[in-house]
């Protein structure tokens, strides 16, 4: 643990938020889980209890490491329930109005020296920065999915962001086992800003019936070496996590190769959003995952 961080609140127990707790308690940080109810937070808990008892099972983790890290994460229900925090990172969904709305409740009863960061994977870190009392000690530590597996954690600062911030949250994301990466404050950062651009392209393949879904995501697995075809990791990531970013850099940098494929609004506009709600590229209600199109 580093010297400054040893109390982590973790605001969103969706799959992101309830990665970063469980890769924290694991690494000796007492957490606090937050959601908009106890019920939401208690839930969360349980699903990464449940997926430390699958490490257990698969000789991954230790059983005794388990429990210790499951005993340090404390599901809460209200944002006063974070005052004595000494960091918190916001994963609530990729909407601005949502993390700013967060903020402007949580600023109030947070301790002055707290710091704040924020896990979005595309929106301005400096314009959320500006919407706290605290710019100065605000960062973005934008973690990957799935959160335990993942070994990259990417470092944005915001322009107020201060030396002592920024290093405390690499700190902190070393004692995790994880790499750094750091990115200037621009639309995206760089992973999505790369990677979200390759799935439109995707869907747009598809769009223009170059390929079917099959096609295009074996063309890439074999023909590209990637481990998941681009359609099979919309579905994974969730569709209205891609349209939001696809918008944010669409509407940050003005340029139309940014523009989302007519095909993904029309399925996020369909509640089709990927393995989340059962059906996307794929259809998941089966046994095996079968291409919608």
């Not at 109390?7 to 127990?13: D, N």
């Not at 889980?33 to 208690?42: F, H, K, Q, R, Y």
């Not at 009863?109 to 924020?118: F, I, N, Q």
């Amino acid at each position: 643990m580093t010297g400054s961080i040893k109390t982590l609140g973790v605001i969103g127990a969706g799959q992101m938020g309830c990665g970063i707790a469980q890769v924290s308690a694991t690494a000796g940080y007492d957490v606090k889980l937050n959601d908009i109810s106890l019920e939401n937070a208690e839930a969360g808990k349980a699903k990464i209890v449940e997926a430390m008892d699958r490490a257990v099972g698969g000789r991954k983790m230790d059983k005794a490491d388990a429990d210790a890290a499951a005993a340090r994460i404390v599901p809460v229900g209200t944002l006063e329930d974070l005052s004595d925090c000494d960091l918190v990172i916001e994963a609530a969904s990729e909407k601005e109005e949502v993390k700013r709305g967060i903020f402007s409740k949580l600023c109030p009863v947070l301790k002055p020296e707290a710091m704040l960061a924020s896990n979005t994977s595309s929106i301005s870190i400096t314009r959320l920065a500006a919407s706290t009392d605290r710019p100065e000690r605000f960062m973005g530590i934008h973690f990957m999915n799935p959160v335990p597996r993942m070994k990259l954690v990417e470092l944005v600062r915001g322009i107020a962001t201060e030396d002592v911030t920024f290093e405390a949250s690499k700190a902190y994301v070393a004692t995790l086992g994880k790499t750094t990466t750091v990115s200037e404050d621009f639309p995206a950062f760089i992973v999505n800003r790369i990677l979200l651009p390759m799935i439109n392209e995707a869907i747009y393949t598809l769009y223009e019936g170059v390929g079917s879904v099959e096609a295009i995501d074996t063309a890439m697995k074999l023909g590209a070496n990637h481990p998941m075809g681009p359609l099979e990791l919309a579905d994974f990531i969730g569709l209205d996590t891609c349209l939001s970013i696809m918008q944010v850099l669409h509407d940050g940098l003005s340029d139309s190769k940014y523009r989302p494929c007519p095909l993904l609004v029309k399925y996020v506009e369909a509640g089709w959003l990927g393995r989340k709600t059962g059906r996307g590229f794929y259809d998941y209600r089966g046994e095996t995952p079968v291409p919608t199109r």
